[in-house]
């Protein structure tokens, strides 16, 4: 069974559409990469699956249930864990403290320390004083605590050295290869196909190319066409 579904989902921002008709699916175990120009309606997918904001039309289908329209509180109990750009922290509160916030009955703090050795280190330092790279370690294992079965990640990568990054990939990588579904919005095109599985490509809110990351990994000029496509022959 998939993990996760979308079909046929349509989603806008106040009256403008931003998303038209998408499949996409999440499989235990995988990493589905979606990717895009900015604009492309990326990060507007992720808060509709999460319940951040509503869809229009279409099914969010979790391990056969239907979601799209259940609470955002409702779906993360339920299995869909969103970590949200920006790094969403809870400042004055320490490393450990944060964690356990997300803390679901049968997991342990080790699973986060394991994940991030980095973070045991620091768990008694308020998560203000955390380094970039620490902080969204911070929120994907705070996330993984919660014992979700699919977790969206909306551009980790952002603002980060290359070396952090490589270290974060690697991350997510083991997460599911552990067996967890993984959504993975990235910026940096190469490094996401490089870790993931099965590869989305969105351009104006629509699904331009839907299969192998291996196949856009060892062709940039396709990938590059995807992205741009007549919007290339329109700057002319």
Same mark, same amino acid.
Do not use: W
């Given at each position: ?108 703090? *080790? $699973?986060?320390?394991? &994940? ?5 280190? /620091? @768990?008694? +330092? ?59 919005? *990235? $910026?940096?095109?190469? &490094? ?5 599985? /099965? @590869?989305? +490509? ?35």
């Amino acid at each position: 069974m998939n993990a996760l579904e979308l079909n046929k989902v349509h989603i806008k921002r106040g009256d403008i559409p931003i998303v038209h008709g998408v499949d996409i699916v999440a499989k235990p175990g995988e990493i589905s990469v979606l990717l895009g120009a900015n604009g492309a309606g990326k990060t507007t997918i992720l808060e509709g699956t999460s319940g951040v904001i509503p869809i229009a039309s279409g099914d969010i289908v979790l391990e056969g249930a239907q979601m799209c329209k259940a609470s955002a509180g409702h779906r993360a109990r339920s299995g869909i864990a969103h970590v949200e750009q920006g790094r969403t922290i809870f400042a004055e509160m320490s490393t450990e403290d944060n964690l356990r916030v997300g803390l679901h009955p049968e997991s342990g703090l *080790e $699973q986060a320390y394991d &994940l991030f050795p980095e973070l045991k280190t /620091r @768990a008694n +330092v308020k998560s203000a004083m955390l380094s970039g790279g620490e902080q969204q370690m911070l929120v994907i294992a705070r996330a993984l605590l919660g014992k979700p079965k699919v977790v969206l990640i909306d551009e980790m990568s952002a603002g980060l050295a290359p070396v952090v990054v490589a270290r974060l990939m690697q991350a997510v990588r083991l997460l599911a290869d552990q067996g967890l579904a993984v959504l993975l919005v *990235e $910026q940096f095109a190469n &490094l996401a196909l490089d870790i993931g599985d /099965r @590869a989305y +490509v969105l351009r104006r809110g629509e699904v331009v190319y839907d299969g192998s990351c291996e196949i856009l990994r060892n062709d940039p000029a396709m990938l590059h066409h995807l992205y741009l496509g007549d919007m290339e022959k329109d700057s002319a």
